[in-house]
C-alpha cells in the first residue's frame, strides 16, 4: 500500500517557467512533509518543509502548497532554472519516527 | 549541523560474498539512524532503523541485517549477496529535518 502518492514521475520545464509537483497522502496521523532534491549519484537533500497547521511556506524560489481537507500538498518551483534539474521527493512523517517517501519526479528544465 | 558519512561509496561484490556498509554520524548524539535502499523509479525503501545503541527496527523482510554498535555508528551487513541486493543505499539520520548521506552504490554479480 503506496501511502504517499506522487504525480507526475517526469516533467519538463522551459528555463524561466513554473515546476509543479503534486503529492496526496493517506494518513491523517502524518505531521510533517518534506520535500528532497536529489541529484544523480548524491544522497537526497532536504529543501523545504511543512507542518499541517500552515498552508503554504516559501523559501525562496520554492514554495509548498498544503491542503490538509483534501490531504495533497506540492511543491512549486518559480522561475525555473537549469540547474533546478533533478529528482524530488516528497515524503510525510508520523511523529518523527519515519519517513513514507513517494516515488521521485525527475525534472528537466530546458535552457 | 549533521554530517553524515558512507563508505565505500562504490562496491562491486559477487554473488554468496558477505556484505558490509558503514556510516557515521558528526554534530549530533542520540539521533535516529536509518538505512534506505533506492531502485530506479521506487523511490526510497526504509530498511532499518534505530532509535539507540543495539536498537534495530526492521522494516521488510530481506537478506540483510543492521546493527549499532555505538551512538553514532550504524551498519548494514549481509552474509550472502543476493543479485537483488544490488542497489543505492543510503544512510540518514532523524526523520523530521533530517540528514542523508552521499550513499553506497552495490553492484552484485
Known amino acids: 500500500q503506496q501511502q504517499v502518492k506522487q504525480s507526475p514521475q517526469s516533467l519538463i520545464v522551459q528555463k524561466g517557467g513554473i515546476s509543479i509537483i503534486n503529492c496526496a497522502y493517506e494518513?491523517?496521523?502524518?505531521?510533517?512533509f518534506p520535500w528532497y532534491q536529489q541529484f544523480p549519484g548524491k544522497g537526497p537533500a532536504l529543501l523545504i518543509a511543512?507542518?499541517?497547521?500552515?498552508s503554504e511556506k516559501k523559501e525562496g524560489r520554492f514554495t509548498i502548497s498544503f491542503n490538509k481537507s483534501a490531504k495533497q500538498f506540492s511543491l512549486h518551483i518559480m522561475d525555473s532554472q537549469p540547474g533546478d534539474s533533478a529528482t524530488y521527493f516528497c515524503?510525510?512523517?508520523?511523529?518523527?519516527?519515519?519517513?513514507?517517501f513517494g516515488k521521485g519526479t525527475m525534472l528537466l528544465v530546458s535552457p | 549541523s549533521q554530517t553524515i558519512h558512507q563508505w565505500p561509496a562504490t562496491l562491486v561484490q559477487p554473488v554468496g560474498s558477505p556484505l558490509s556498509l558503514e556510516c557515521t554520524v558528526e554534530?549530533?548524539?542520540?539521533?535516529?539512524l536509518y538505512w534506505y535502499r533506492q531502485a530506479a523509479g521506487r523511490g526510497l525503501q526504509l530498511l532499518f532503523y534505530?532509535?539507540?545503541?543495539?536498537?534495530i527496527s526492521s522494516e521488510v523482510p530481506q537478506n540483510l541485517s543492521a546493527s549499532r554498535p555505538q551512538d553514532r555508528q550504524f551498519i548494514l551487513s549481509s552474509k550472502k549477496l543476493l543479485l537483488s541486493d544490488s542497489g543505492f543505499y543510503l544512510c540518514?539520520?532523524?526523520?523530521?529535518?533530517?540528514?542523508f548521506g552521499a550513499g553506497s552504490r552495490l553492484t552484485v554479480l
Open positions: 511543512i507542518r499541517p497547521d500552515v
Open positions: 534505530s532509535v539507540g545503541i543495539g536498537q
Open positions: 515524503a510525510a512523517s508520523k511523529s518523527g519516527l519515519t519517513l513514507t
Open positions: 494518513n491523517t496521523a502524518f505531521d510533517y
Open positions: 554534530g549530533t548524539s542520540n539521533p535516529n
Open positions: 540518514a539520520c532523524n526523520a523530521n529535518g533530517g540528514t
